[in-house]
């Protein structure tokens, strides 16, 4: 019976000593819990400084030449080619003749409508002596009159048909291509030479939004081409479109003044080297890296570090130089900026800083 007792006894001590330790082992895993969330309310993050920094300020763009005039000469008549008098590669004036056409027939277009202008010419002189004197009424008179003036009209139309039998350029270039020759037959239309002017050249580029907003008709602009790499050449805006494509950038157009020999070919690669207008190619700028902005550089956000919280901030963004934007206003040089972990971020949020 004692036996039993002390049995009981033992097995209750047991019971109460695993009930105590299990109670113990709850408290020290909830007072752990508590340190791990309280450091859990801070948010890791990385962070960089808002600094001057000499920053090459040059931006530029890529295109490719293209001829200031560029012409299809057609015909402006019908009939057989006598001679043509340029080649590929010669330089032509306006006004210079490059070939002519038969001209037979035109001639006698022309002394035929001569002949009949001067009939025209002599009959009016005696209507008009007749009339003075009533031997003729006013409408003869004004008849005979207008067969003059039809008269004389035929007589130009004639001397313009047989200039056209002189075709002329109506530029100043390069015959790129001839595509007629002596004794083939051109009928109005007929395309006959590819006229290029490359005394000065075009070049069409895309400048983004950023950068547009510093450019004015007239600015000088140097432009390098591939096959001159240590040339640089003058060039001059002459066209900055009023509207951005889809992808925000601004088709600009730059005139460049050739070489006396022509260097530039059209359909050359060129690039465009903008400057500040001050001239300098480098400054001195306040600059933050690309990755602090919340939600992408258009955004114009970034979380301040203040103290071990961080505050949503909006500044007002410039320049893009790639992996570093320009600070216009609302930081401070010195202040820091969070550049990592702004995901798990809200305003007023503690942070801890990873080193």
């Known amino acids: 019976m004692v036996k039993k007792i002390?049995?009981?006894?033992?097995?209750?001590?047991?019971?109460?000593?695993?009930?105590?330790?299990?109670?113990?082992?709850k408290k020290k895993s909830q007072a752990e819990t508590a340190i791990v969330a309280a450091e859990n309310e801070a948010v890791a993050v990385n962070v960089a400084s808002a600094k001057y920094?000499?920053?090459?300020?040059e931006y530029t763009a890529n295109g490719t030449f293209e001829p200031l005039q560029q012409l299809n000469f057609t015909s402006e008549t019908s009939?057989?080619?006598?001679q043509v008098f340029v080649d590929e590669g010669s330089f032509v004036r306006v006004?210079?003749?490059?070939?002519?056409?038969?001209?037979?027939?035109?001639?006698?277009?022309?002394?035929t409508a001569q002949a009949a202008y001067q009939q025209a010419l002599a009959d009016?002189?005696?209507?008009?002596?007749?009339?003075?004197?009533?031997?003729?009424?006013?409408?003869q008179l004004d008849n005979s009159r207008l067969q003059l003036k039809n008269a004389k009209a035929q007589l130009d139309l004639q001397h313009i048909n047989l200039g056209d039998s002189q075709i002329r350029a109506t530029i100043n270039g390069v015959i790129n291509e001839r595509k007629i020759e002596p004794g083939s037959y051109v009928a109005l239309g007929t395309s006959m030479f590819d006229i290029v002017n490359v005394s000065t050249l075009k070049l069409r580029v895309m400048v983004d939004e950023s950068h547009v907003a510093n450019?004015?008709?007239?600015?000088?602009?140097a432009v390098k081409s591939n096959v001159f790499p240590?040339?640089?050449?003058?060039?001059?805006?002459?066209?900055?479109?009023?509207?951005?494509?889809?992808?925000l950038n601004f088709p600009v157009e730059i005139q460049i003044e050739n070489t006396s020999d022509r260097k530039l070919k059209a359909g050359m690669y060129g690039t465009a080297v903008f400057?500040?207008?001050?001239?300098?190619?480098t400054q001195n700028i306040l600059v933050i890296p690309r990755s602090a902005f919340v939600g992408g550089v258009q955004n114009n956000q970034v979380f301040v570090v203040n103290g071990d919280a961080a505050k949503l901030t909006n500044i007002v963004s410039g320049r893009n130089f790639g992996e570093k934007i320009e600070v216009l206003s609302g930081l401070k040089n010195g202040e820091i900026v969070v550049t990592g972990g702004q995901i798990n971020l809200t305003d007023g949020a503690k942070i801890k800083v990873i080193k």
């Open 124 to 139: 009016n002189q005696r209507y008009e002596n007749a009339y003075k004197t009533g031997g003729v009424t006013q409408q």
């Open 95 to 111: 006004g210079q003749v490059l070939a002519t056409v038969r001209a037979d027939q035109r001639n006698i277009n022309v002394s």
């Open 53 to 57: 920094e000499n920053i090459n300020t």
């Open 275 to 281: 400057t500040a207008a001050s001239g300098a190619s």
């Open 79 to 82: 009939g057989k080619i006598i």
């Open 230 to 247: 240590d040339q640089k050449f003058g060039g001059k805006i002459t066209f900055i479109a009023p509207i951005a494509d889809a992808s």
């Open 215 to 221: 450019l004015v008709l007239g600015q000088e602009i």
């Open 6 to 25: 002390i049995t009981g006894i033992v097995v209750v001590g047991l019971i109460g000593l695993a009930i105590w330790k299990v109670a113990d082992n």
